[in-house]
């Protein structure tokens, strides 16, 4: 998930502010318990398989897209830095809030290995990683891939190939060792696809097709049919069959609606809206859970209808401005401190 301020309209693929605004929407919805609701005599609850694999999937996703241009316009070195400043100083920060008001048995050597962002690579043998935190450790986990395979492969096709081989060498040592999250064999192939695409000059060309709806469309509706039986085993084991369902809903998905945010995009209705919602992305992701447990203590409804009302409307109504004017706040800090030529930032 890409954390830098939006840079100027026509310098940005704007379809790409789409997806990741309704990724954060979703978030809210699902993590707020959408499902003890049904829409019209349907259970939402046949959603939630569905809906988990596509935000997330979105947000590795758009960290690939955003991450080849980041490396690319700044260089191996300055990247990591910046990569590491913008998404482990929020992270740690957040940490702390889980352990005051959410995980506050996490201590010892499982404490270390989650303050260093190791979580993903050594789960499940030697630590469990936590409600919503893990993602931080599966990205910067993929940055650290991306930052080895640029460096040694400048091609998309040889990078690919990297890829599949990191993804095999990753098999083998869940297989023999006992570590590498599931999370990283759901989602790792969503965020190679979006590097290699970007780098490759193919996402905006993908999404401004003018029949792309249609076979894109074929495509998610294929991955659903692929991926319905594996629903109950998510989370609970690693299958080169599931993984494939995965590969190819998402496969679907996104483009579908890279593709339909592009048409949306050309009407030009609400643009600022989303892009201030896009904005908030990566803090609403990781403030959500800390500034419920903050509501709940203050109000806990007994019914789970009422908890859901309760916690979507929060999460609307202030998790998302507060997630805007944390990360205007956070990158004002570190303007400030990249203008101070003693900073590590202006090197």
Known sequence: MDTASPAPVEHRLQALDVLRALAVILLILHHGGMYNFSLLGFDLKQLRGFVGLYLLGSFVFLSGCLSIRSVEGLGL???LTKRLVR???PYVITLVL???LIEPELSGPDLILHLLGAQVLLAPKFTTPILTLWFIGLILLCYLILAVLTRTLKRPSSILLGSLAVFAVAGLLREYVGVIHHTFFYYFPAFA???ILTQAGLLERMTRQPFALIPYGLLSALGVVLLSPYLTQLGRTVDLGMIAAISVFLAG???FTLSLAARFVAV???LRLIHQVSYSAFFAYLLHRPVWAVCLALYAPESRELRSLWLLAT???????LAYYAQKLFDRILRTTAANPDSALSS
Do not use: D, K, N, S
């Not at 999460?315 to 401005?321: A, K, R, Y």
């Open 98 to 100: 889980f352990l005051w």
């Open 253 to 255: 998905m996104i483009p």
């Open 77 to 79: 070195r300055r990247f």
């Open 268 to 270: 030009g209705i609400g």
């Open 193 to 195: 696809a979006g590097a």
């Open 87 to 89: 998404v482990y100083v």
């Open 315 to 321: 999460g609307f109504g202030l998790v998302l401005p």
